[in-house]
């Protein structure tokens, strides 16, 4: 099972390829609106390329709930177990 | 109150012979082709395995993140856009108020590859992995908004869509939008991005590509007896369309003025032309009345002539109806003989030639005419013809399916 590292790295990957940020800014405490201002549309993209490579279902109503990076890579984390 | 004159400050292009309009326009007048075989793995098992690409892949020259949110459409539209816009000179809320800066930026399909990747991944991979940009890309008017966006253009920002004349139609609004009083400055042309087996299957279907299979390059033949169709390509076309008085206000550089356009329908058949060509024909006199046009003075047309065997022929009969014996004195060409058809872009990159003939007092050639059809009695050069000095009128003209005509007439600006 991949660390909290591999996860967050992993989804850095995909915030950089969606977004164009650079994937070190995406560390656990940062929000994806507040500091990596990423729009609501961009995240529909990031959650759906997750769950394709984490292998992981992530709800539209649980996406809410996914503020800050450090919150999306718990739930994948907690989903892979 | 007297009408506003509207002229030409900007021009862009991205086309199958050109990144931009230097290139497209050294290419187009050294009889340059741009048609290839494609390479992709669908085209194994395709009636037509030819077409012409934009010769500088969008996705080489716009940002990453930029680009994968566009369809290719668009992002052919916004390479186009962003050079005229700059040549232009004009900056939004700077020299143009946004309020009064507007788009009018055809396509004739759309967003066709963004629909049918995504619905690739639905039956693939399921209703999960429909991209949720894809309602924003796909859109007819995605092309015109994007470009809103970049430029910042606040007033209409409109898509006129009438299949292979919506570039021509793209032009005549931003006039209409300009001579109305609701823009200063407007944003006009088309954009085309099809070339993917399923439209490539039906208009080969539709015995509208031609089915040659000889050297690609010679397969776009307008008014030649071996014509049998078209060669699909892509690119976009936009000029900057300007009110006179505020070009002249801001010292602008004026490539030409748009005298007026015609715009009519064949009511006839929803995919052949007219035979008589009697739509096109009023189009082009409409053109010629509303820009109060001596037909004596025009010297120039960049013609549809898209290599199809009525069309060609339809498209010489409206000269010579309208023309009547100064048609001996009008340089025709077609630059689809290099080009390929680029459906709704071909109006809008056939406009930036039509100027730039203008400006650059030659008309390209058209090439493949080896054995001209006798049943079209025009003066065509196979190597570029220089125009005459002085004051001069080009006309572009464009149809498409629907009975869709459209003729814009163009004429030297001198101050």
């Known amino acids: ?81 | 109150m007297s009408r506003r004159r509207v002229v030409v400050t900007g021009l862009g292009t991205t086309s199958p012979v050109g990144g931009d309009v230097a290139s497209t326009w050294e290419a187009l007048l050294a009889g340059k082709s741009g048609v290839r075989h494609l390479t992709e793995d669908w085209v194994e098992e395709m009636p037509v395995k030819i077409a012409a690409r934009a010769a500088v892949d969008p996705t080489d020259v716009l940002d990453r993140v930029v680009a994968r949110r566009l369809d290719r459409s668009s992002q052919l539209a916004l390479v186009a856009a962003k050079e005229a816009w700059a040549d232009s000179g004009l900056v939004s809320g700077e020299s143009v108020d946004g309020d009064r800066l507007g788009v009018a930026l055809a396509s004739g399909i759309g967003g066709v590859i963004t629909l049918l990747s995504n619905y690739d991944a639905l039956k693939e991979k399921g209703p999960r992995r429909v991209s949720p940009l894809a309602v924003p890309m796909l859109m007819p008017n995605a092309p015109a908004a994007q470009v809103s966006l970049h430029v910042g253009a606040r007033a209409a920002v409109n898509t006129p869509v009438s299949a292979c004349a919506s570039g021509n139609e793209g032009v005549s609004l931003a006039l209409d939008q300009i001579r109305l009083n609701r823009a200063d400055v407007v944003l006009a042309g088309g954009t085309e991005a099809a070339i993917h087996p399923l439209p490539m299957a039906a208009f080969a279907n539709m015995m509208a590509l031609s089915k040659n299979a000889g050297d690609p390059t010679t397969v776009s033949r307008p008014w030649d007896v071996g014509r049998d169709g078209f060669v699909l390509g892509e690119g976009a076309g936009c000029l900057v369309l300007e009110e006179l008085e505020h070009a002249l206000a801001r010292g602008a550089t004026i490539y030409a003025e748009v005298l007026g356009a015609g715009i009519t329908a064949d009511a006839h058949d929803i995919a052949q032309p007219d035979p008589e060509g009697r739509g096109g024909t009023r189009a082009i006199k409409r053109a010629l009345e509303e820009g109060d046009v001596d037909p004596a003075s025009i010297k120039h047309v960049n013609a549809h002539a898209t290599s199809t065997p009525q069309g060609d022929i339809a498209e010489g009969l409206m000269l010579h109806a309208v023309l009547g014996k100064h048609v001996d004195d009008v340089v025709v060409t077609s630059t689809k003989s290099m080009t390929g058809h680029l459906l709704g872009g071909a109006g809008a990159l056939e406009s930036v030639a039509t100027v730039k003939a203008i400006v650059e007092r030659v008309s390209p050639p058209t090439i493949n005419l080896d054995d001209k059809d006798l049943a079209v009695d025009l003066d065509i050069p196979t190597s570029p013809r220089e125009l005459p000095a002085g004051d001069i009128v080009a006309l572009n003209n464009s149809f498409g399916f629907g009975g869709a005509n459209v003729a814009v007439a163009y004429a030297s600006y001198s101050a």
């Open chain 1, 1 to 81: 099972m991949a660390s909290t590292e591999e996860i967050r790295a992993g989804l850095a990957e995909l915030v950089n390829e969606v977004t164009g940020l650079d994937a070190d800014e995406v560390q656990l405490d940062k929000s994806f609106t507040e500091d990596l201002d990423v729009d609501s549309l961009s995240m529909v993209e990031i959650v759906v390329a997750a769950e394709e490579k984490f292998g992981v279902t992530i709800p539209d109503d649980e996406v809410k709930n996914l503020k800050t990076v450090g919150d999306a890579v718990g739930y994948i984390e907690k989903q892979s177990a």
